[in-house]
């Protein structure tokens, strides 16, 4: 055991804290909060990696477990700790760290003090909700998450900022109220903010099952908008248009979807089983929904944001299979969409900085010009369209054959009608952004090819996108034992005679014509 | 024997070239670049030709098929269990051959054709890629792995079809043939999961053990697997109904259109079939809808090649025609011939883009053949070899074409109880396709020459070295498949593809059949000669005489329009009105918008405690998260009277 491990989680929490403290203290002189925010994301990257290195795969419950009496009435304990689920999760929240730091480089220009110190507090906050292994504090970092985001939008929007924040505001504070109402009831009926023994007693099953049915939907209609689910996802894309780059990139999805897994599955086994058919129907929808629309979109953000509905209801979808090896897919998928959503937004972020405006239809042309802009994009699309050997494929792949044998072949196959939606959406959107004559707007701007800070914030990315499709092994590896769905055991969909060296149930002798 | 191939190396050669001239192309010397990317197929050939010695050259020393699997897999969560695995048996191996040793001339053609071009480095490095992902779609040793090739040969063709990206006709096909063939790939996705449920496993060896083990297995599930496979194979080898990416591929270089659209990635889905030959033999019924769809794509694309005035896109037709002859083959469950096909199909069609290139080279660009006319005095070797690739293409003893043609016409014609149609479909499209290729030829070649401002001329030496050559093969490269039972290429075939029986109980059938076709093209160069030779009005009043007909095959049957109109702008209408109108901005925004409005009323009601400034927002937000801490701070007081009934204590 590492001397480390008894405290990492807490320095990895409190690292951006007293970054964004130092950056609201120290004087607004130049780029030097540029360059003590960077410092300090880089440094708690550094930290984060300590936790893949150390980590034991084959172990079961959390590792790097702190577990601490805070708060003696109400009993609350400061419990943090990572398994397989969120491992990665947390790698990548530091991972993203430097990257939104370097993205941000030269797009804010005003009020340096409060983007940087406000962006550290983002950092805290996301890090804490994936480590948060205690319910109360989890909420408290949960919505810590979702202040400094709402302020930022309204601060550095690029046109219509309040309008976005007050919409992201409305539809994800609502929600995260009844959220707290779910775990102040559960905490009154047993007396414990503590995950671990929650779990145990929820498994027990002593409480009335019609109040808990209340209790899980309301955590569920939480995470469902913090994702967002379809029906949910009115905010997102003005969220998309409006946010700073760096915040844009952790917005939606992965907070809401671990959330949806820790929180709702693995806590409610059986009301998420319940809630199971029609949150599968709702994916599905999801899926052909927001790829139909982002088809569709006149403003670049706007395709991104449909595109993300769509993909992320994919992971939706493996979530409520309930099926254990579609899990593993969806936290890859979770960890690839993170890393090739990043560089999108970085790179439709130098777009619009560059030319000031998000219409794809003033664009054209751009590749002869921007050739190195041109691959980049042209690689992340290509992840996002699930291309084998990027890191795209592996998750969709996981997921799509684990529901298709698992779950439900019909829900599967039309799912995996998204794989050719998606290749039209990105693809038309990289013609009409990079391919054809040069536009007359793009032609009156002088041409400016990615600089050395946005190659340093996407070549990590691209790299990954590479390495994550052709050695995924190594993370499923570390992922394997942190998911073990206890809702699978007895579910009704999960098909019984499914085992690899079974006769081919469905092969039935016919004659010869 | 413990001597490894290193299989891996003979795509990762051309991936390192790839990389290489992606990453520093612009800033390196043009001969480096030149030396990088022909020095990449040229040792994965050598590999092959090395190989290809070991393995078969000296008696079998090494067990065949030979596996080499990486030793970390690729996907391993749950059942599912996917390795890096290559395997080289003698059907991989003709494939490997054929795609290194033309991809290398078609390497050394570019070097001249591309000389002028801005993006040199990076036209390599594309045709370099596609190389790697070709190689993986055929040492592929699983499913998996086939399907990393397939995706990633449609990734280089996407990306040569639109390498003048300028043009937006270029883009638009590039982005056509990408699109079409994810319809394909999904259905081979949907075959991917039906084996992994079925089988539990995707590695071929092991899903033909199972069968074998279980001769019982028939049709079932097994003919849904079959024909989710045929749907990706029609997309990659466009047959109907996917077929309509390749003739706009066209878009792209010539030397692209020679290697990808016509000698290699095309036949990727010919390749598949025969690779998964043992699934498709437990259904007949699959086997028999891939013998119709190849009948039926033969003879609806020669059609198409009758009226095209475009040197390519007569080509492409072509192309998709002469693929439909493969799936014939295959579909009549002659595998070998098939394959046997594909070869020399890869030697002269190759040859004929090629040699078009050098004709549209010598023009200074010019593709429509009404502007062509007595060129073979000035390109007399384009000419000659071009000459040998049309004979070959047109199935005239004894070029290539002849032995491979009649191969798979003489299997259908024996094959089951309707074999005879088949047979007959296919030597109508031999009647169509002398026609249109000497259509082509005596257009190109023969009469007034009609493009007065060019001064023709033939192409550098690294243009004209790979036209003999490949005219040599078009000559002699069917000679492998005389004599009984497809003569070598099908004796060296056997092992994988099974053998190759003559069950004909009337003797010199196959005698009596290859003369049929002989004279039937040479009825079709007939034609074309009096149509063509000289320049008459007769196509024109020939075309006159049936307005109708004419204008629908003249318009490519409006299957684009038909296309267009029902997937193209049916799913945008849906998606922009429907979708995007009434269900996203009418109702769901609808919702939320009420909300809003609630909860801004609620905003005027507190309006007088706020400036409205963006401060104060914080402030309040601030306020909010202090308020949570609060509550659960005063939350003993109001717990208090409940714990007696918590009993959940600890």
Request: net charge positive.
């Amino acid at each position: 055991m590492h001397a480390l491990d008894q405290s990492i989680l807490t320095l990895i929490l409190l690292v951006p804290l007293a970054g964004a403290i130092l950056v609201a203290i120290l004087p607004d002189r130049g780029k030097a909060p540029n360059w003590l925010a960077l410092i300090v994301t880089l440094f708690s990257f550094v930290l984060t990696l300590h936790l893949p290195a150390h980590f034991a795969p084959g172990m079961k419950g959390f590792q790097f477990e702190i577990d601490r009496a805070w708060i003696a009435d109400p009993l609350i304990s400061y419990h943090v700790g990572v398994d397989g689920l969120s491992l990665w999760l947390v790698v990548l929240t530091g991972l993203l760290g430097p990257v939104g730091v370097l993205a941000s480089w030269n797009a804010i220009t005003a009020r340096r003090k409060v983007y940087y110190s406000l962006f550290l507090v983002q950092q805290t906050a996301m890090y804490g909700v994936f480590v948060s292994l205690n319910l109360i504090i989890y909420y408290g970092f949960w919505e810590l998450s979702l202040v400094p985001m709402a302020i930022l939008i309204a601060m550095y929007g690029r046109k219509n900022g309040p309008k976005a924040a007050l919409k992201f505001f409305l539809f994800t504070f609502i929600p995260s109220a009844l959220l707290l109402v779910g775990i102040l009831w559960l905490y009154a009926r047993t007396g414990t903010f503590d995950y671990v023994n929650l779990q145990i007693y929820l498994a027990h099953d002593t409480l009335p099952a019609r109040a808990l049915f209340w209790v899980a939907l309301a955590f569920l209609a939480a995470f469902a908008v913090k994702v967002p689910v379809f029906p949910l996802h009115g905010w997102l894309g003005d969220a998309f248009s409006e946010a700073p780059v760096a915040l844009a990139m952790v917005i939606a999805g992965k907070l809401g979807l671990y959330s949806l897994l820790r929180f709702h599955v693995e806590l409610f086994p059986v009301q998420a089983r319940h809630i199971a058919p029609l949150m599968i129907a709702l994916a599905v929808i999801g899926v052909l929904y927001g790829a139909c629309l982002a088809l569709v979109q006149r403003d670049f953000w706007k395709v991104l944001a449909f595109g993300a509905v769509s993909h992320f209801s994919l992971v939706v979808l493996a979530i409520y299979g309930l099926a254990p090896a579609a899990w593993n897919g969806a936290v890859y998928q979770i960890l690839s969409l993170g890393i090739v959503e990043g560089g999108m937004f970085v790179l439709l972020g130098v777009l619009d900085t560059r030319y000031g405006t998000s219409q794809i239809a003033a664009y054209g042309g751009l590749a002869a010009k921007l050739p190195r802009t041109a691959s980049y994009f042209v690689i992340a699309s290509l992840t996002m369209i699930g291309l084998p050997l990027l890191s795209g494929f592996v998750g969709e792949f996981v997921i799509l054959s684990n529901t298709f044998t698992d779950v439900s072949r019909g829900w599967a196959v039309a799912a995996a009608l998204g794989t050719i939606l998606s290749a039209g959406y990105m693809l038309s959107l990289v013609q009409r952004l990079f391919y054809g004559p040069e536009s007359t707007m793009a032609a009156s701007k002088p041409a400016s090819d990615l600089r050395f800070n946005e190659l340093a914030a996407l070549t990590p990315l691209v790299v990954l996108m590479l390495v994550l499709g052709v050695a995924p092994s190594y993370w499923f590896r570390t992922m394997k034992d942190g998911l073990q769905p206890e809702a699978t055991q007895a579910s009704p969909m999960h098909s019984a005679a499914q085992s690899p060296d079974s006769l081919p149930v469905s092969v039935h002798t016919e004659g010869q014509p | 024997m413990n001597v490894r191939f290193h299989l891996w190396l003979i795509p990762l050669l051309p991936f390192a070239g790839f990389l290489i001239n992606g990453i520093l192309g612009a800033r390196l010397h043009r001969g480096v670049v030149t030396a990088v990317a022909l020095l990449a197929p040229l040792l994965s050939f050598a590999l092959v030709v090395r190989d290809a010695i070991a393995l078969y050259g000296t008696g079998p020393v090494f067990p065949s098929p030979y596996v080499e699997t990486c030793p970390m897999p690729w996907i391993s969560v749950g059942p599912l269990h996917v390795d890096f695995s290559f395997v080289l048996d003698q059907l991989s191996l003709v494939m490997l051959l054929i795609i290194t040793g033309v991809g290398f001339l078609i390497h050394i053609y570019s070097v001249g054709y591309m000389r002028g071009d801005k993006g040199y480095a990076r036209y390599f490095s594309y045709l370099n890629l596609f190389l790697f992902f070709m190689t993986t779609l055929v040492l592929a040793g699983n499913v998996l792995v086939m399907f990393v090739g397939w995706e990633g040969v449609g990734l280089a063709s996407y990306l040569l079809i639109g390498f003048w990206y300028q043009k937006t006709s270029a883009a638009d096909a590039g982005k056509k043939a990408f699109i079409a063939n994810r319809v394909g790939d999904f259905g081979f996705l949907i075959g991917i999961f039906l084996l992994l449920a079925n089988f539990g496993t995707l590695t071929f060896s092991e899903i033909a053990a199972k069968l074998a083990a279980n001769p019982e297995w028939m049709g079932g599930a097994l003919t849904t697997i079959c024909l989710c496979l045929l749907v990706g194979a029609t997309g990659k080898s466009a047959q109907l109904p996917l077929y309509v990416w390749l003739p706009d591929a066209m878009e792209g270089p010539t030397p692209v259109s020679a290697l990808i659209h016509a000698a290699t990635m095309v036949t990727a889905g010919v390749y598949m079939i025969a690779r998964t030959h043992f699934l498709f033999e437990r259904s007949p019924h699959a086997l028999n809808v891939v013998a119709v769809i190849g009948a039926a794509t033969a003879l609806f694309a020669a059609t198409m090649g009758l009226v095209q005035n475009d040197i390519k896109r007569v080509l492409a037709y072509s192309t998709i025609s002469q693929l439909g002859y493969m799936f014939l083959g295959c579909g009549v469950a002659a595998y070998s011939a098939a394959i046997f096909h594909l070869v020399t199909h890869a030697f002269f069609k190759a040859l004929l883009f090629l040699a078009a290139g050098s004709v549209i080279h010598a023009l200074g660009g010019e593709q429509d053949m009404r502007k062509m006319g007595g060129l073979w005095r000035k390109t007399p070797i384009t000419f000659v070899t071009m000459t040998a690739a049309v004979f070959a293409i047109c199935g005239i003893w004894p070029f290539a074409g002849f032995y491979s043609k009649d191969a798979i016409l003489y299997a259908a014609f024996l094959h089951g109880t309707r074999g005879e149609i088949l047979w007959f479909v296919g030597l109508v499209t031999a009647l169509l396709t002398a026609l249109y290729m000497f259509r082509l030829w005596y257009m190109t070649f023969f009469g007034e020459p009609r493009a007065h401002e060019a001064h023709p001329h033939e192409g550098p030496w690294s243009m004209l070295g790979p036209l003999v050559i490949l005219g040599a093969l078009s000559i002699c490269g069917g000679w492998i498949g005389r004599g009984e039972g497809l003569g070598r290429i099908g004796e060296f075939l056997a092992p994988t593809l099974g053998t190759y029986t003559d069950e004909s109980q009337v003797p010199h059938l196959e005698l009596i059949l290859s003369c049929v076709a002989v004279a039937v093209a040479l009825l079709g160069w007939l034609i074309a000669h009096s149509l063509y030779a000289k320049k008459t009005d007769r196509p024109a009043r020939l075309a006159a005489a049936m307005p109708g007909a004419y204008k629908l095959v003249a318009n490519k049957y409006y299957v684009d329009e038909i296309y267009n109109a029902i997937f193209v702008k049916g799913l945008m209408g849906v998606s922009k009105y429907l979708l995007n109108l009434v269900v996203d901005a009418g109702i769901l925004g609808g919702a939320a918008w009420l909300l809003g409005g609630i909860a801004q009323l609620g905003g005027a009601i507190l309006q007088r405690w706020q400036s409205g400034n963006l401060r104060s927002y914080a402030a309040w937000l601030a306020a909010g998260a202090a308020a949570v801490l609060v509550v659960f701070l005063l939350w003993p007081a109001l717990l208090h009277s409940q714990s007696g009934w918590t009993g959940l204590g600890h």
